[in-house]
């Protein structure tokens, strides 16, 4: 029997995905050949037919995870697709395999392997940084940021084109702008050509700079053809949106969405500008959509829930889909956010400073609260008349909440009757007032703000 012939029949399935077509015949060649790599092929069709726990049993029934560092990342794979994660962890944490004594012993057997390189066991810097990669994202399933982060930065140290392992450690915001900086300084980029050096740091760089000031996007020779890719033309856009110039955001991510209307790193920014912008008509075509095609993904539910917050008097449906949102993924920070102006738009505090909390706690920095409401004050100022009122007054509100958290009571005051000039009919403002003044100990005035409040609420 012709096994050769069989096995590249199983990769050709593979490659088409007709994956029961490939675990039939993997399972005969894993029959008549016994050998580790043909129970290896066996166990990958298993796990792309869902089968995860056969897939595990296949390999660690045999020990091929304690002998073969490609079986153990396998059968941690599986464990970790059943959401079995502390069985995963265990499986990583295991003594190291053995392959590589096995390898030199099979060389020397014309009855064994003949390349320790076959295309089933990958490189070991290859291998050990999926197996990072994979211990960031069980511990980012258990809870343990720190240990996530931690993983995270070591998969891409062991394989700087990991790009899953940098866009965990940005787009969930685990990393400081000062740490991210120091990542990119760390990674060993020196090992490559001028031309992947350039691309990497090109396209790397261009994931960072979206806090600062939008600037043209430089393009290195070496990578020129660029300019339209649509995630370089996203970075651009995030960058416009975090500066508060949401028409220039606006017209490059829609851009972006004509050419490919579910481009995933496109949509939470192309969303928030539809709020930004009150666009309610062209939000709602998009976030009905999102939810028949993609329910399963927070994105789709966030889009919703941003819908009915913007159009007013709906917090309540608003706050069930944004709920949905972050029970599909708990780590979903723009979610959390929106949770929290749902109650901030009723007055309820406590409920939305919890929402906020849980936000802070996803998107590491925000205890430099102060100053990036001060840089976004002065960013603010610099743009004019391109940003309405209703953009100033919450920002000077947050201010004033940050000062009183840092019991800066005279400024808070300041920055909220900043707010009550712009707005002079917003409750919340005036119950904020109220709070300051009780906290210094003028509780005749905090009366008066308290009496305002409940005059304009019940009005």
Known sequence: MNLERLRKRVRQYLDQQQYQSALFWADKVASLSREPQDIYWLAQCLYL???YHRAAHALRSRKLDKLYEAC??????????AKEHQQALDVLDMEEPINKR??????????GFKDPSSDWEMSQSSIKSSICLLRGK???ALDNRTLATYSYKEALKLDVYCFEAFDLLTSHHMLTAQEEKELLESLPLSKLCN???ELLRFLFENKLKKYNKPSETVIPESVDGLQENLDVVVSLAERHYYNCDFKMCYKLTSVVMEKDPFHASCLPVHIGTLVELNKANELFYLSHK???????????WFAVGCYYLMVGHKNEHARRYLSKAT?????????????????????EHDQAMAAYFTAAQLMKGWKTAEKWFLDALEKIKAIGNEVTVDKWEPLLNNLGHVCRKLKKYAEALDYHRQALVLIPQNASTYSAIGYIH???GNFENAVDYFHTEQTLKTN
């Not at 993924?329 to 929290?340: D, L, N, R, V």
């Open 49 to 51: 037919t869902a089968q």
């Open 72 to 81: 153990r990342y396998l059968a941690a794979r599986c464990h970790y697709a």
């Open 102 to 111: 096995l390898f030199e012993k099979y060389l020397k057997d014309e009855s």
């Open 138 to 140: 069980i511990y980012d």
């Open 195 to 197: 031309e992947e050096q």
């Open 290 to 300: 999102l939810v028949d095609l993609y329910p399963s993904n927070p994105v789709s």
């Open 327 to 347: 029970t599909l993924e708990k780590t979903y920070g723009p979610a959390w956010i929106a949770y929290g102006h749902s109650f901030a738009v009723e007055s």
């Open 438 to 440: 009780s906290l210094m």
